[in-house]
């Protein structure tokens, strides 16, 4: 009997039987007899189950063989250790916690879109990294390769995610290119910004997300530094490159920077030089604030001819060359005109300040108060209310907004939502909650959802108070709660746990009313429920990572 080679590859001629101890074929009358079948090309032994085993067994025996007759390669480096991350670690409970969020994340949706009264796990998710994350928590290294692949599939955890992964998460992140965003960028890795040898290599050599990050931590510790490090490398920057590292000045932004944002108004790029203007705008004290100024008030003022107090509006006849310099830009957006489109420019780019002099001395609550010729009160008014939020001036703000009770239409300022939100955000957390509680009573939830969402969470009492009060009576008005499901899943996140005692009260099953839809008052009673075991469980996240649940 002749045995084959168990490195050789060629055909044998031996006879294939299904006797271990007689010699196999080749590898490719094995690969062949796979891929037919051996019904189509039979082996010895017979069809059929017999021939089928005999074929497995041959393989395995050729496939031992093959591996038998390798010589061994040179043994691979082994990767670094993961370095050392001397944060504390997670309670047990919290532990826990995390992995069942993490788990919940990908679980699939409710069969029929219905949530049922279940918590959302994955809206959760967000909260309890930030929560983890101002404690100083590192991650479990267990837990690592899902907090990552969480990270990967949603862009707003990767931050919290990425903190608490810390610098293992990074290290590990390198062995999956599935995870390479981590790598790219951040706070990890970084050099300390005051080691100015090493900022300067990393500015230098960096890759741009890194650059841009290492931007921002300087300019964080040392803006004047920040400022000095950009300068030094600008005329070298691609455009698109100068206008992200711009943006980056908007933190710490201070007259100190004045000179280097007047530089750059006769940058190539257009989108630099708006963006240069538009910071220096929002420096009331800068050159280009008054030049603003100069322009605005000769083309808005009292009319001293009218029979009550009026404001009159001359908008420019012309963009010459000083005024595109300083980011007026030229051509208007389809549907709007140059006159009014130039007019918003100078205005909002404008000290707020110029104005009360401009009209006597009257407050900002009695100048938006006055009526306004040839109907340029919305241009006039959406202009003031773009440089209040780019000044962050608070007065201006409230006197834009007006009184909460007072229909957004008819009201001073501007009646688009996302605009006064905006107008909110320049106000204090506690008036901001306020005001926002007093339009939700005053208005009910059909247009808070944008308002609400530039509060800060947990909300106020009183805010959290008018938002309950807003579900009970729009559950009574009749419907289904999903009309209101973006303030619900707001709710959820923003409102206090201490509300969910009060929340257990209306969460009961309640008859339909008999002009309601039919069950109404069951969804509502689940949504409540939902709400409810939400808020608790979120009261349970925070006690566990404070260490307050047993282990």
């Known amino acids: 009997m002749t045995t084959a080679d168990p490195r050789s590859t060629r055909p044998s001629t031996t006879p294939f ?3 271990p101890a007689a010699a196999d074929p080749g590898w490719e009358e094995l690969t062949a007899a796979a891929l037919l079948g051996t019904d189509r090309r039979p082996v010895a032994g017979g069809r059929g189950e017999r021939a089928a085993g005999a074929l ?18 040179p043994a691979a480096a082994p990767p670094p250790p993961a370095p050392a991350d001397p944060r504390p670690p997670l309670p047990p409970a919290a532990r826990r916690r995390l992995d069942r969020l ?7 949706a409710p069969a029929g879109g219905r949530r049922g009264t279940a918590p959302d796990l994955a809206e959760l998710l967000p909260q309890w990294l930030a929560l983890a994350g101002e404690r100083g928590y590192r991650a479990p290294p267990a837990a690592l390769p899902a907090l990552l692949d969480a990270a990967r599939a949603r862009t707003d955890l990767r931050p919290g995610a990425l903190a608490l992964a810390g ?11 599935d995870w390479r965003f981590a790598l790219r960028g951040g706070a990890a890795g970084l050099p300390d910004p005051g080691d100015a040898a090493a900022v300067r290599e990393l500015w230098e050599e960096g890759l741009f997300a890194e650059r841009v990050a290492l931007l ?40 100190a920077d004045e000179a280097f944002l007047e530089a750059a108004l006769a940058d190539r790029s257009r989108n630099v ?9 929002a420096l009331p004290g800068s050159a280009l604030a008054a030049r603003m100024a100069g322009r605005a008030v000769t083309c808005v003022g009292p009319d001293r001819t009218a029979a009550v107090p009026t404001v009159v509006v001359e908008a420019p006849h012309e963009c010459d060359a000083a005024m595109e310099r300083d980011g007026v830009v030229a051509v208007p957006p389809p549907g709007r005109g140059e006159r009014s489109w130039w007019l918003g420019q100078l205005v909002e780019a ?9 009209f006597g001395g009257r407050t900002p609550e009695e100048i938006v108060a006055l009526p306004v010729a040839d109907d340029w009160r919305p241009e006039l008014h959406a202009a003031w209310c773009r440089a209040a939020v780019r000044q962050r001036d608070p007065a201006w703000s409230r006197a834009l907004l007006g009184a909460p009770a007072v229909p957004p239409a008819t009201g001073p300022g501007t009646s688009s939502l996302a605009e006064r939100a905006q107008l909110l955000s320049t106000l204090g957390p506690l008036e901001r909650a306020h005001w926002v509680a007093a339009s939700v009573a005053a208005h009910g939830l059909s247009e808070a959802f944008q308002l609400l969402g530039v509060c800060p969470v947990p909300w106020a009492e009183p805010l959290g108070e008018a938002v309950i009060d807003a579900l009970d009576t729009a559950r009574d008005a009749g419907g289904y709660p999903w009309s209101f499901s973006g303030v619900m899943g707001l709710a959820e996140r923003c409102l206090s746990p201490a509300a969910a005692d009060r929340l257990a009260a209306l969460a009961a099953t309640v008859p339909d009313a008999e002009d309601a839809p039919p ?33």
């Open 350 to 358: 404008a000290p707020l300040s110029c104005w009360p002099p401009r």
């Open 216 to 255: 921002a931590a300087v300019r964080k510790r040392d803006a004047a530094a920040g400022r000095a490090l950009l300068a030094g490398t600008w005329a070298g920057e691609r455009a698109e490159d100068r206008l992200m590292f711009l943006d980056s000045l908007r933190a710490g932004l201070s007259p």
């Open 102 to 108: 993490l788990a919940g994340r990908a679980a699939p």
């Open 273 to 281: 030089r708006a963006t240069a203007a538009e910071l220096l705008s």
């Open 17 to 19: 039987t299904s006797s």
């Open 519 to 551: 069950g109404a008052g069951a969804y509502w009673a689940e949504a409540f429920q939902r709400l409810t075991a939400t808020l608790r469980l979120r009261a349970e996240m925070r006690a566990e990572l404070d260490g307050a649940v047993p282990a």
């Open 56 to 73: 497995l067994d041959a393989a395995a025996r050729h496939a031992l063989r093959r591996r038998a007759g390798l010589r061994p390669g």
């Open 167 to 177: 610098p293992r998460g990074r290290w590990l992140a390198g062995f999956n290119p």
